[in-house]
């Protein structure tokens, strides 16, 4: 059973930096995509970046430039980044694990709160 944990959350100044790190068990097969969504309060979740495999990274227009997706396949781990954090930036975020196959499998972790705050 394929288990997603993310980490790193917590309170930061605005202006500073913080890494997500998401920590996938169980074992994926060989073609995966893991990705970083977020979601106030009231609202949808929405997708923050992706990443394959393979190293080939995508990212919401909105924080192209501010967030950097990263892996370590050694460890099972996909990080996110995120420099120049404002309070419009306070959300739960969420790791996304599709397990690619016939049928994908898809996987949420129970998401790390980030809260930019003075």
């Known amino acids: 059973q394929v288990q997603v944990v993310e980490s790193g959350g917590g309170t930061v100044q605005p202006g500073e930096s913080r890494r997500l790190s998401c920590v996938v068990s169980?074992?994926?097969?060989?073609?995966?995509?893991m990705g970083w969504y977020r979601q106030p309060p009231g609202a949808q979740r929405g997708f923050v970046a992706a990443i394959t495999n393979v190293g080939q990274t995508n990212y919401a227009r909105a924080v192209e430039g501010r967030c950097t997706i990263s892996r370590d396949s050694a460890k099972n781990t996909v990080y996110l980044q995120m420099n120049a954090l404002k309070a419009e930036h306070t959300t739960g975020y969420y790791c996304k694990v599709v397990d690619c196959g016939a049928p994908d499998d898809t996987f949420w972790g129970q998401g790390s709160q980030v809260t930019v705050s003075s």
């Open positions: 169980g074992g994926l097969r060989e073609l995966w995509v």
